[in-house]
């Protein structure tokens, strides 16, 4: 599976704008270089792209997070692809992101991947998140990934 990075033209202006807004901002920022690079690094599939520039813009302290789990995720998983969705608890209507690893592993190596890239950087980050962002891996072909 060959990675499909967020370029530019995935995102509309208008929705990469959002990533920037503070909550209840009425006033655009214009595109900066830091959440652009950010997201370089991750995949978002173009159905997905308006929901996730909706998330980021309600949660924008996660934008940070995201920058900093990338050499995290590097040394832990190397080049893997790493997607971004969110996620709704269909139940109670809880929103989370998901930057899902996309792994050719085996599955108890991917998990045990996992727990070292929890163990090294995330079980401490995870209290910036506000239980709002948290990474999984998945396997190529997978429907929910």
């Known amino acids: 599976m060959l990675p499909l990075r967020l370029p530019n033209l995935y995102l509309p202006d208008e929705d990469r704008q959002r990533f920037h807004r503070s909550k209840g901002s009425a006033t655009p920022v214009s595109t900066s270089d830091t959440l652009d690079d950010v997201l370089r690094h991750y995949e978002v599939a173009p159905p997905e792209a308006a929901d996730i520039a909706r998330f980021l813009s309600e949660h924008p302290y996660l934008s940070a997070v995201l920058g900093e789990a990338i050499p995290h995720l590097r040394r832990v998983f190397g080049s893997a692809p790493v997607r971004l969705l969110v996620h709704t608890d269909p139940e109670d209507g809880f929103e989370e992101l998901f930057g899902i690893v996309i792994v050719s592993a085996s599955p108890e190596a991917a998990l045990s991947s ?12 995870s209290t910036k998140t506000r239980c709002k962002l948290n990474f999984t891996v998945g396997f190529p ?4 990934v």
């Open 114 to 125: 996992l727990a070292r890239f929890d163990d090294e950087w995330f079980n401490e980050a």
């Open 141 to 144: 072909g997978d429907e929910a």
